[in-house]
């Protein structure tokens, strides 16, 4: 059976044709008749059959995209999103990768004024506009650069009805119709209108954007955490301030008896740029000979203006922090077809005459203590090491030939080498 225009083919398939027709891009004629050579669907123009091939489903947002998405979990300072859409780009409504599918939004990202911690501000299960401000190595999002970003569509924690703007209560912004509750949102200029953004809207000034909170509302501001852990019914139930549950603290890792502080900050290590030489911090320990950028030249590099010579300075940059390292970090030599009469400290005669060593130990039989043959030294300097190798494999030592080399273990190697002993 043939294939005709509209169906979908794969290579291999029969496709029918007649004389008025020509063969287009993905179909050849064989002496069997026209087959497909692509998958995707047959399309007939102008006397003209064809296989279109469908478009790339990939549908990554890049830095400056301003994405719908739904807030999925709060953690203590960041809120993280589901991205749902992409604005403004043509098939942006189709399937993101899983590993650009989430992205964070810090509470310092959130809107020109003190947020304490994410749930102050957003909710679970709230609709958000938000700008991508990073895309390596890992998605982050802001909604202070601009009135139309912000919360769009939220609804009421404990029942569930469509919460309404409202600035009769100092702080608090949005009210539920059906229940009493109240709280502070990110409004977004669209809120409670849909997708489109007005040109003229108040509601920014809801947010009361650089003004300090009320005293009533820092009784109530979630210094601490503000309850990421919980549920929106569970944390209506428990009310606005409660202690965390020793279970979830444990489970978070927190010290469970000092209440004191649900989140602990994360610890920021000084280092500097390895593309500008700037002074920056990372929330991890930098590795030496790995790039460190600042967020500027993270920027540039992720939209590719970055130039071959700030690029080039950085790999002799990156080559110099590398090698340095092997040299501060020393080496592991192993030493084989030791004789059985000598002791580590004839090794370490022996091999001191290279330079600092770290370590000296020669293996030996667990049930007998006699040695097994063969020996571990440890350089401090790298130099010195290879040295030793290179004047001492092969040389005589109490009337053996002993062998020196690299142990696997000095460059990130298993360390289950064969065993050298006597032979």
């Not at 296989?51 to 489903?57: A, D, K, L, N, R």
């Not at 090794?347 to 000296?360: A, D, I, P």
Request: with cysteine; aromatic share 6%; glycine share 10%.
């Amino acid at each position: 059976m043939s294939a005709s225009a509209g169906d979908f083919v794969t290579p291999g398939t029969h496709v029918f044709t007649d004389d008025n027709m020509s063969l287009g891009e993905g179909i050849v004629s064989t002496e069997n008749g026209a087959l497909a050579l692509l998958s995707g669907k047959l399309i007939l123009e102008k006397d003209v059959i064809s296989v279109e091939i469908p478009g790339s489903t990939a549908n990554l947002p890049k830095i400056g995209d301003i994405v719908i998405g739904q807030v999925n979990r709060l953690n203590a300072k960041t809120a993280e999103i589901r991205i749902l859409h992409i604005e403004g780009k043509e098939g942006g409504e189709r399937d993101i990768p899983a590993l650009k599918l989430f992205a964070d939004i810090y509470v310092t990202d959130f809107v020109d004024r003190y947020i304490p911690s994410a749930g102050d501000a957003m909710r679970s299960r709230d609709i958000v506009r938000a700008k991508i401000t990073q895309f390596e190595p890992m998605l982050k999002a802001s909604t202070r650069d601009g009135h139309s970003l912000g919360v769009i569509h939220a609804i009421c924690p404990p029942c569930g009805a469509v919460l309404q703007k409202t600035d009769s209560i100092p702080d608090f912004n949005v009210r539920c119709d059906r229940c009493d509750y109240q709280g502070y949102r990110v409004l977004s200029s669209s809120f409670g209108i849909g997708y489109s953004v007005p040109e003229n809207s108040d509601i920014d000034t809801f947010n009361r954007p650089g003004e300090r909170w009320s005293e009533q509302a820092e009784k109530v501001l979630g210094h601490d955490g503000a309850r990421p852990y919980l549920s929106p019914l569970a944390d209506f139930r428990r009310g606005m301030k409660h202690d965390i549950p020793s279970s979830v603290a444990k489970q978070m890792g927190r010290n469970n008896s000092n209440n004191r502080s649900r989140g602990q900050r994360r610890e920021m290590h000084k280092t500097t740029c390895t593309m500008c030489s700037k002074s920056t911090e990372v929330p991890f320990k930098p590795t030496p000979g790995k790039p460190i950028r600042c967020r500027d030249c993270m920027s540039k590099v992720n939209d590719g203006t970055a130039t071959k010579e700030e690029l080039s300075t950085e790999r002799q940059v990156l080559k110099a922090a590398r090698s340095n390292m092997l040299e501060s970090s020393g080496v592991k030599l192993f030493v084989g077809s030791i004789s059985w009469d000598a002791n580590e400290e004839d090794l370490r005669k022996l091999f001191s005459t290279f330079g600092e060593l770290k370590e000296v130990h020669i293996a030996k039989d667990r049930e007998t203590g006699k040695s097994r043959g063969f020996a571990f030294i440890k350089f401090s300097s790298l130099k010195d090491g290879q040295k030793a190798v290179k004047e001492l494999d092969g040389a005589e030592f109490h009337g053996r030939k002993i062998s020196v080399q690299e142990s696997n273990e000095s460059r990130g190697g298993s360390g289950n080498r064969r065993r050298h002993g006597r032979k």
